[in-house]
């Protein structure tokens, strides 16, 4: 197989430290507010990596954590404890409030049909194996104590912009971005390991330490829970793009300085949703959840399609107009789908060939959209309906688009009618027609049907 290995920049062969098996590794949400669209966008691929390695003949197993600590969430020890402020906003203790929001970013899970990683780990459940770490980049002089917390001393390392070519101007200016004025410091790239000594007036949760009560840094956490659940050797780690920097270069730093070796071979990246004016973001409240989708009547399934027409390598941007359209191809494969009826023997060549095609798009680092096309060619093809089934399930263990699920909740039918007067609205308003844009409108309304023009195109709800 081949994928991009950001660490070094190239699209390579993918050797694991254990013939047929996969450590991987994602760093997992933080559970102050609901997952959104972008967040989503990281983990359908994340899924489709690990089902792709599954199908093509490896064994996986992943391990993922949920950061359940606030002030895990930057190390600049500046700004609020994302937690703590959710937990007062809604009355309830910081616990709840992760187990809360890990719940629905489950159910976001379940609606995409990602399958939930084997091993799922709250970051509150490992600080003995942080402190361990910690304890022993003291002693390798890695690590300092200054002003009550302890650092990670960056110019101990040969490298330390792992994924930057060079110490280039960019990455500098990444650092300097990330760094507070925390005097404590000897380097301004240093980044925590364990505070005592902290900015936020009441600490939610601390734990003892042999540096006295405080909580771990912002990294640490996936070092350990990687460490503890996965050991030394780690074959991919994955996340999206914005992890790269810091997130991920402290973890490198801070895990390879410990285990003395080299930790994890390959780093799977995967670029952002944006809306039209920027990245879908969780701080400034402009996201699409799946819920909202759920509202809107949209399937989220189509959502996953709409992912998987273009490359992880390759920022995505986000508008109802193309989700209107990956439903409208959705919806015609489930009633392609939903014809065929069995018809005879398997054709066995014709499906090893096709099914090699599929095999070829995962391992041509995981080319998604091809795996569509092929997908699509199958259908299109005048290859029996039994062998098109046959084929179609296959694929489907890797898409989970649901293909052969009898009851879609969503009436295809009245849902194909109305993305159908969308594209035909849009035209019209293109077209400068705007009386027929606006009769459109109302017939739909007539009919319960209300259509919201958003900078991010129009999307429809169905007034029950
Ligand atoms: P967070 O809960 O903010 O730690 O994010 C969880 C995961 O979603 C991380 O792997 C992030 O890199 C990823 N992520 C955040 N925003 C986006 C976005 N707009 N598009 C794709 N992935 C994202
Ligand atoms: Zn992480």
Not at 56 to 67: E, F, H, L, Q, S
């Amino acid at each position: 197989m081949k994928l991009y290995n950001s660490l070094t920049r190239k699209v390579e062969d993918f050797i694991t430290n254990k013939p047929g098996v996969v450590k991987m590794y994602t760093c997992g949400p933080t559970v102050y507010d609901y997952a959104h669209l972008g967040n989503y966008r990281s983990y359908i691929f994340e899924d489709i990596l690990e089902k792709s390695l599954e199908y093509i003949g490896y064994k996986v197993n992943r391990v993922m954590n949920i950061t359940d600590i606030g002030h895990l969430t930057g190390d600049s020890d500046a700004g609020k404890d994302k937690m703590l402020e959710k937990a007062k906003e809604e009355n309830k203790g910081i616990l709840d409030i992760a187990a809360f929001y890990t719940k629905a970013f489950k159910d976001g899970f379940d609606d995409l049909n990602l399958k939930w990683p084997d091993t799922v780990i709250p970051a509150t459940s490992c600080i003995d194996t942080y402190i361990e770490i910690i304890k022993k980049l003291l002693e390798k002089e890695y690590a300092y104590q200054s002003g009550g917390n302890i650092y990670f001393d960056i110019s101990k390392l040969k490298k330390y912009n792992v994924f930057s070519n060079q110490e280039s101007e960019e990455m500098m200016v990444g650092v300097r971005d990330s760094v507070s004025d925390d005097e404590n410091k000897r380097n301004p790239g240093d980044f925590a390991l364990w505070f005592t000594k902290s900015k936020f007036e009441n600490q939610a949760l601390k734990w003892n330490s042999p540096w006295g009560e405080g909580y771990p840094g912002w990294h640490i956490e996936c070092s350990g829970i990687s460490y503890k659940y996965l050991g030394e050797y780690l074959d991919i780690h994955c996340g999206g793009i914005d992890n790269k920097f810091p997130h991920h270069t402290n973890e490198i730093a801070q895990s390879e300085s410990f285990i003395g070796h080299k930790w994890c071979n390959y780093w799977f990246h995967v670029l952002h949703l944006n809306l039209k004016n920027g990245k879908m973001s969780k701080s400034d409240g402009s996201f699409v959840t799946i819920n909202d989708l759920k509202k809107l009547v949209y399937n989220p399934l189509s959502y996953k399609l709409m992912c998987l027409q273009s490359s992880y390598r390759k920022e995505l941007v986000f508008s109802f107009d193309a989700l209107n359209s990956s439903q409208t191809l959705y919806n015609k494969i489930l009633n392609k789908v939903n014809n065929l009826k069995e018809d005879g023997k398997l054709d066995e060549e014709a499906a090893s060939e096709y099914n090699k095609k599929f095999k070829e798009c995962i391992e041509n680092d995981l080319n998604t959209a091809m795996m569509i096309t092929t997908l699509l060619d199958v259908i299109k093809s005048n290859l029996n309906n039994t062998t098109k089934i046959y084929l179609l399930k296959e694929f489907d263990k890797v898409l989970c688009l649901d293909l052969f699920k009898k009851e879609q909740n969503i009436d295809v039918k009245l849902e194909a009618f109305i993305l159908e007067r969308i594209e035909q609205r849009n035209e019209a308003k293109k077209n400068k027609n705007y009386a027929l844009a606006d009769q459109i409108r109302e017939e739909l309304l007539e009919n319960g049907v209300e259509l919201l023009d958003t900078r991010e195109g129009t999307k429809y709800t169905i007034r029950k």
